[in-house]
């Protein structure tokens, strides 16, 4: 990408943040004016809960249910998990068969009667009574577009599910919960979508610095070579393709045999750095680095935010810098059209 479509697009942001902040106060007036039905919505992994929170802002009481730092994949519900699902008007979750016991759970517990919306467009269709799940990667991702891979292999039918490593799917993500917030709560339509308009112009100054950042990066090192399989979008997204995995489909460790592949692979490709996460501590890839004489970076991350809770940084958007960071540096490439990105939460009391 060139930097005159990035000059572009910045100005563009500008105009837009102009229009939305000259439209702000009456806004905020009528939602403030009708406070709503006073609804408990649900979300799943902490990237999921942000994006609901960048458009719900505090006009709903929103619950995590999957603390962070816990595995998403394989995260049981726990007892104040259900109590809370059965008190919520909404769950937005990933889907693609990421939260299965959660899923699970929330058919049985929550309100009813519990609907599950097939599309976008239903979605607004349906009536505010009852419950509601929504499955915003599979609203989002057509079949047709699923990726598969090591850790998620086609044979056995669960599509890759870190949707929302694209950051234009994270946007379409933030229109779903705009929509279907406004449809159960028209009293807050207009703040809701407030909300939404200033995270959507922060997600695409963040495709557009993420695509420079990696672009940046030298040709023969644009290689990804992850412990968890979690940048399928992301890498489609940015041209950087990931060139293996290593946690096993049943979330274990790697054979010695896979082992040995993937250092034979580290040489051939002559990979500088491979990444592991904080979430998956592998000493597995430390090992399969200094065998093959590359650099091991463990701080990538896919389902917990940078920073403690509170911090400024503590968002989706910082989680992506974050990560876009950490592998542009490590992979010799250039990470300063990251620096203007603003990680804050963007919605407003
Ligand atoms: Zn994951």
Same mark, same amino acid.
């Given at each position: ?25 009456? *806004? ?7 406070? *709503? ?7 799943? $992994? ?17 619950? *995590? ?60 269709? +349906? ?129 010695? +045999? ?7 692979? $580290? ?16 000493? $597995? ?9 590359? +650099? ?51 919605? +407003?009391?």
């Amino acid at each position: 990408m060139g930097t005159g479509k990035v000059g572009t697009g910045a100005a563009a942001v500008a105009a837009l943040a102009l229009a939305v902040g000259a439209c702000a106060p009456s *806004g905020r007036a009528s939602g403030a004016g009708g406070r *709503g039905p006073g609804l408990t919505v649900a979300a799943t $992994v902490a990237p999921v809960v942000d994006i609901v929170r960048q458009v719900v802002g505090d006009r709903v009481r929103l619950v *995590g249910l999957i603390p962070e730092g816990v595995d998403s994949h394989t995260f049981e519900p726990s007892p104040e998990t259900v109590k809370a699902l059965a008190h919520s008007d909404v769950l937005f979750m990933d889907g693609l068969h990421l939260e299965g016991s959660t899923l699970q759970q929330a058919r049985a517990n929550m309100p009813t009667p519990v609907a599950t919306p097939p599309s976008t467009a239903t979605t607004l269709e +349906r009536s505010a009574k009852g419950s509601e799940i929504i499955q915003m990667g599979d609203l989002t991702v057509r079949p047709a577009e699923y990726a598969y891979d090591f850790t998620f292999p086609r044979a056995k039918g669960d599509p890759n599910p870190h949707v929302w490593m694209d950051p234009l799917y994270a946007k379409s993500w933030s229109e779903i919960v705009r929509d279907a917030m406004s449809r159960r709560d028209p009293a807050n339509a207009p703040y809701y979508r407030d909300n939404q308009a200033r995270f959507a112009a922060v997600l695409d100054r963040l495709d557009g610095a993420i695509a420079e950042s990696i672009n940046s990066i030298p040709q023969e090192q644009k290689k990804l070579l992850t412990y968890h399989d979690s940048f399928a979008y992301f890498s489609r997204r940015y041209g950087i393709p990931v060139i293996g995995a290593v946690q096993p489909t049943d979330f274990s460790e790697p054979s010695p +045999r896979e082992i040995q592949d993937l250092i034979a692979q $580290v040489r051939v490709n002559h990979v500088r750095a491979i990444f592991g996460s904080e979430v998956f501590p592998s000493t $597995v890839l430390n090992q399969v680095a200094q065998a093959a004489g590359a +650099r091991y970076v463990d701080k990538l991350r896919d389902d917990e935010l940078p920073a403690s809770p509170g911090a400024p940084g503590h968002t989706y958007v910082g989680l992506m810098v974050s990560d876009v960071q950490i592998m542009t540096r490590a992979l010799g490439g250039d990470p300063s059209p990251l620096d203007p990105v603003p990680t804050a939460s963007t919605w +407003r009391p």
